[in-house]
């Protein structure tokens, strides 16, 4: 419990040594902003991508992906269960065929 300031003293000089207890939001506030700064940190450190999909955005990665399980599924609806696909480049295109 507080004791009483001596009378005649300003509001000032009656909260000059008042430390204001953390409230709780204050609390999960800082500990969010850590946690935000400790994932950044751990993203930082986080390996490379392989150089295989260097230069490969989410979406184009996701397209090619979306490309070749259309094409595994034509494949199957034809029958075709043997097959490998065969890549070949020739100067800036990049050809994917199918070998059965």
Known sequence: ?????????????????????????????????????????DAADAPPE????????KELTEKLGMELLALKMELEMSGVKDYNFKI????????LTVVR
């Open 50 to 57: 392989p150089l295989a999909k260097a230069g490969f955005t």
């Open 88 to 95: 070949k480049r020739d100067g800036e295109k990049i050809t």
């Open 1 to 41: 419990m507080m004791k009483k300031p001596p009378r005649g003293l300003s509001d000032k000089d009656m909260i000059k040594n008042y430390v204001e207890e953390k409230s709780v939001e204050a609390q999960l506030l800082t500990a969010a902003k850590k946690a935000e700064k400790r994932r950044i940190a």
